[in-house]
């Protein structure tokens, strides 16, 4: 059965389940009803993958061998992700949509079955546990050749809605404990569907990642008193000089230590620990430097650039004071023929070797006109 | 002034100074005596590059700007990694060579200047460093279109010795703090010159991979009396499965969380802290097994495999009885024509996901007839 629930900003969500169990929801501004049917054929759901810890490092790796298969790269005609007109029939059964998000198909993280508590599944003295957690895809224009930066500010706003939704409603899982949504862009770095979308993955366990900045900011509140994001970001100001964009609630900077030929995070400056806490004064000047952002990036070498854009958010269940909301958004294009790669260094040693200064790409991004 | 010096296994390092003050040294074989010189012009060397601290996971960057124009891609006419012959000079005065090494032409992490201690270089208070350390290259066929798999056993042990020489003599130099020998191969993963070749990354710093792997080898002993690494290939002695090769002093096998779609390590059965700790029958048997690995890992698809081949050794001066040496081949090759990408979820969140588990590829090493 639907269910249509009213968010901020004016966005009505209406859930819906598909033929074979998994659940679509509708982000509109305008009233849309949400009534077409899923028509295709029932499919049978691969079974929950398994974690297995690297016990080299310490760290989780997922395992989700099922997804081998997954369709790759197809062309427009067979695109997923468009809406559904004629005999195209896509994972959006309405032929038009603002924003969508749908549980992926080929997860790598699904929910648990039955009853359990989270440290059965990942616990402290075991190498092995279950890939529980959630995967779903959010769509956030029906145009199969459009991109982020050609949004209207009112669907970045739907956007960021959706992602906000979706962050309350898997927080309330009891075996979700970080969500991070985030999207790629470009085949360089591995997308397999061209249609513009995010994803967003809602992990049982504490990513790496994640893990090792609790650790360092839990560090440093130890050591000064202060929220080791805040005092980045004070830097950042006080420097001045890798800020790309500014308004009255957000700034956006290349980081002091940038890893990537462009790497941007975009930052509230009224610090918050994740995308529901975000005030509706910040939610609403969002759209405006998020698609600058954007724009400044495609305008650097004047091309698409490939790029991961994910929105870091303080754990659900820890940390909650200690890390920060910020997008983050990398590229690994350092010219218009070439790529940065993470080879030997990078991903044998973990040790990150820049070939530019985030001073000149912040230059290089504050000279594109928009 | 020339330097000759013998190694063992019947090995002869001749040291000579290129023409901009780069050392050059030939590992030979058969008496070879080099004597050919240099005859490109001197060339400025840009400066030293600098660390930067980012603070989110307190690890070191380098930043290394002047890299940014080296070359790229060049057809084999131009390739600096080829013998010299007629008008081509390359970076390898001879007209033939076994293996070479040579100080990089570009490279990211140099020699300081002047006198200093580590400490002062990477302080414990600071965010901002020198980028000290030492690049090199190694190459080890004169065969533009050769690869690892096609060498002769011989010539893997000349370049296990030349490694086992750069490793004691890097190790020797007061500004090291860890050796990483490394092969890129496959323009899928960046690799800019195609001649088959390898690099030597001598590190002012510990990598924060080396770093994680010391602090997680460290808690495992005080908590179990254990060397990590000993327990990980107990492991899969036990479990058998996940062995592809094996000789009498080394495994090769994928290990039990393999991050990647074809992960292999190949691992001496007595534990050593790095390559200059190797017993002469270890040596000597080296090269069987790390040429049927190449031969397995090309054999699983028919098709050249874009890989990293790292040697993991104990850093120079500290968890020397914690740390275990073993090299580990990482391929993103998942199928002939799909790479697995570090995207959103690996990238941003270091939370690795697997299209298939480690069994499974074992399987297809294994299967592969050699």
Redesign the interface.
């Known amino acids: 059965m639907d269910e249509i629930l009213e968010l901020t900003a004016g966005v009505v969500r209406t859930s819906r389940t598909m033929n074979d169990g998994r659940t679509i929801r509708y982000y509109d501004t305008a009233g849309q009803a949400r009534t077409a049917k899923d028509q295709r054929p029932e499919e049978d759901q691969p079974g929950i993958g398994e974690l297995?810890?690297?016990?080299?490092?310490?760290?989780?790796?997922?395992?989700?061998?099922h997804?081998?298969g997954r369709i790759?790269l197809p062309p427009k005609e067979l695109c997923p992700l468009c809406p559904t007109t004629g005999e195209l029939l896509t994972e959006i059964p309405e032929s038009d949509f603002e924003v969508v998000v749908f549980d992926n198909r080929s997860p790598?993280l699904r929910p648990p079955a039955g009853d359990f508590a989270l440290p059965d599944l990942v616990g402290a003295d075991t190498?092995e546990g279950v890939a529980a957690g959630k995967c779903e895809v959010i769509c956030f224009t029906a145009d199969h050749g459009g991109s982020f930066k050609v949004l209207s500010r009112q669907r970045v706003r739907t956007l960021l809605e959706a992602w906000r939704d979706r962050t309350a409603e898997l927080s309330a899982l009891p075996y979700i404990a970080?969500i991070?949504p985030?999207?790629?862009r470009g085949e360089e770095?591995?997308?397999t569907l061209a249609h513009p979308h995010g994803?967003i993955?809602a992990?049982s366990y504490l990513?790496?990642?994640?893990a090792?900045?609790l650790e360092?900011?839990r560090a440093h509140h130890q050591k000064t008193g202060h929220v080791?994001?805040d005092?980045?970001v004070a830097r950042e100001l006080r420097d001045q000089v890798r800020i790309i964009a500014r308004n009255e609630h957000w700034i956006a900077y290349t980081?002091?230590?940038?890893?990537y030929p462009f790497e941007i995070h975009v930052t509230p400056l009224v610090p918050v620990a994740d995308l529901t806490e975000l005030a509706p004064a910040a939610c609403d000047s969002f759209p405006a430097i998020a698609i600058e952002v954007m724009q400044r990036l495609d305008g650097v070498f004047g091309i698409d650039m490939a790029y991961?854009a994910?929105w870091?958010q303080a754990p659900v269940r820890e940390g909650r004071d200690l890390l920060r909301l910020h997008w983050?958004i990398?590229s690994v294009r350092?010219?218009p023929?070439?790529?940065?790669?993470?080879?030997?260094?990078e991903?044998?040693?973990?040790?990150?070797?820049?070939?530019?200064?985030p001073e000149?790409s912040a230059q290089q991004l504050k000279d594109v006109k928009i």
């Open positions: 297995r810890l690297d016990p080299l490092v310490n760290e989780w790796v997922a395992m989700a061998a997804r081998q790759f790598s190498d970080h991070a985030f999207e790629n770095i591995g997308v994803q993955y992990y990513p790496p990642r994640v090792k900045m360092v900011a080791l994001f005092d980045v980081p002091y230590a940038s890893r991961i994910a870091h983050q990398t350092r010219a023929g070439k790529l940065k790669y993470l080879a030997g260094s991903s044998a040693m973990g040790a990150f070797i820049m070939d530019m200064k000149q």
